[in-house]
Structures are given as structure tokens and as C-alpha cells.
């Protein structure tokens, strides 16, 4: 089954087919969410017990699935993209100070997503096998939306881009926050499906179908790049 088919939510059923997307040079850019080594890396199971070493395991799919799918196919769209001179640019979650203070809300709640990333520490950088090159752009953010806490919107606009091919983590959090922000902003959304992972494939698939058709097109790593200028 095609990209035109699968993932379809309660609400398109049934819908007609989406239209071949047009990408121009020039006019497309790739976008690598938060793609971090605080989120790659991990402790030595060895050293846990109890309740850690019980989510230690359960993150474990979450690893395979990066370390396996997600980060190989990140590699390709990076190496396609700059082979064909088009636009690559990264988001990360970084504060500017070290006490994080000037973090959003939703990163200052107890919890998982309690996040203190200084931008300057190896924990908030993005993978070393992923890292940016030369001078594409890397914007930092304290929020789930890589538009709502930077100027990324006024960039793509700058350079001309009409069309934002996603991939990242975490799908369910700050992919589909970007991703709405994106749609809401006109522009035209792609997000590959296997260069994207949430904590569980349930929850990854479950956004996966929320942000079909409506906020974006979702494609495989092959079938995007089958559209490549």
C-alpha cells in the first residue's frame, strides 16, 4: 500500500487520493528534530535494578527502532538533500542558561519531559552521526514547536522553502507540535514516517494517523525521495 493510503484516520476514510506533492529546488528543505544525545544515549543496565532497570527495558524498542530505522534513514535523507544542494536545517532543545530558566512551561513540569539542557553541554547536541554541516542551519528552542521558539518561520520564508519534509523525535510531542505549526503557517508538510519515533510504536502510530492528510503527507524514506528535484 502507497503513502496515499495508509495511515488514514476515522476522518478520511474514504476520502479521495492526495495529489503527487510538486518539490522544487530551492523551494524544499529537510527539517531534523531533536535528534539529541540525551536521548541516544544510555546507562549501563548493569549498574541498575528496580524501577530503573523496568524502564530501562521498556525504552528498549524505542532504541532498537532508532538505532535500526530511524537514525539510518535520517542519514540517507541528509546525504539525498545535499547531494541535490537542497535545504537542511535542524531543530534541538537547548536553554541558554544553565539554571534553564528561560525554558517553556512544558519543559519545566515534573516528569519525563522535565528537560534541562544547557545549550553548550554534550547532552543537548545533536548525534554525532547526524551532525550538521557547513553552514546549514541549526535553530534552538525551549519548546515542543520548532516555530513557536525561534525565528524558523521567517527563515524558511527567507530562503523561498514552500515545502517541509519532517523527521525526528518525538513523534507524538515535538514532530507533530512542529508539524501543526508548520500547517498553520501554510506551509506544505511531508513527514517521513520511518525517519520518526515516539516512546512506543502504539503512541508513534497513533500521531502518525492524527497528523495525516490534514497537518501533513506521510511518506517513507523511498517514497520521498522518489520526489526529490
Known amino acids: ?45 548493569a549498574t541498575l535494578s528496580g524501577a530503573a532497570l523496568a524502564r530501562y527495558h521498556a525504552w528498549t524498542p524505542f532504541h532498537d527502532r532508532m538505532n535500526g530505522i530511524v537514525v539510518p534513514n535520517i542519514a540517507k535523507l541528509l546525504d539525498r538533500f545535499r547531494a541535490r544542494n537542497l535545504d537542511v536545517l535542524f531543530a534541538r532543545i537547548a536553554c ?17 519531559n522535565d528537560l534541562l539542557l544547557p545549550k553548550d553541554d554534550h547532552a543537548s547536541r545533536i548525534v554525532a552521526a547526524l551532525k550538521p554541516l557547513g553552514e546549514e542551519i541549526v535553530v534552538t528552542k525551549t519548546t515542543d514547536s520548532a516555530l513557536t521558539g525561534t525565528n524558523l518561520r ?4 527567507n530562503l523561498g522553502i514552500t515545502h517541509v519534509v519532517c523527521a525526528g523525535i518525538f513523534t507524538d510531542q515535538c514532530v507533530s507540535s512542529t508539524v501543526r505549526s508548520l500547517a498553520d503557517e501554510s506551509f506544505d508538510v511531508i513527514v517521513v514516517e520511518d525517519a520518526c519515533a515516539a516512546g512506543t510504536q ?3 502510530d497513533r500521531e502518525i494517523e492524527i497528523m495525516n492528510m490534514i497537518y501533513a503527507s506521510v511518506m517513507s524514506t523511498d517514497e520521498l525521495i522518489g520526489y526529490l528535484p
Do not use: C
Open 202 to 204: 502504539e503512541l508513534h
Open 154 to 157: 521567517l527563515v524558511l520564508t
Open 1 to 45: 500500500m502507497s503513502w496515499r493510503q495508509s495511515y488514514r484516520s476515522f476522518y478520511y476514510d474514504g476520502a479521495p487520493e492526495p495529489a503527487d506533492p510538486v518539490l522544487v529546488a530551492g523551494k524544499v528543505a529537510l527539517l531534523v528534530i531533536d535528534v539529541q544525545n540525551t536521548y541516544l544515549e544510555r546507562p549501563d543496565a
Open 96 to 112: 541558554l542558561r544553565t539554571d534553564g530558566r528561560d525554558r517553556s512551561l512544558s519543559q519545566r513540569k515534573p516528569g519525563w
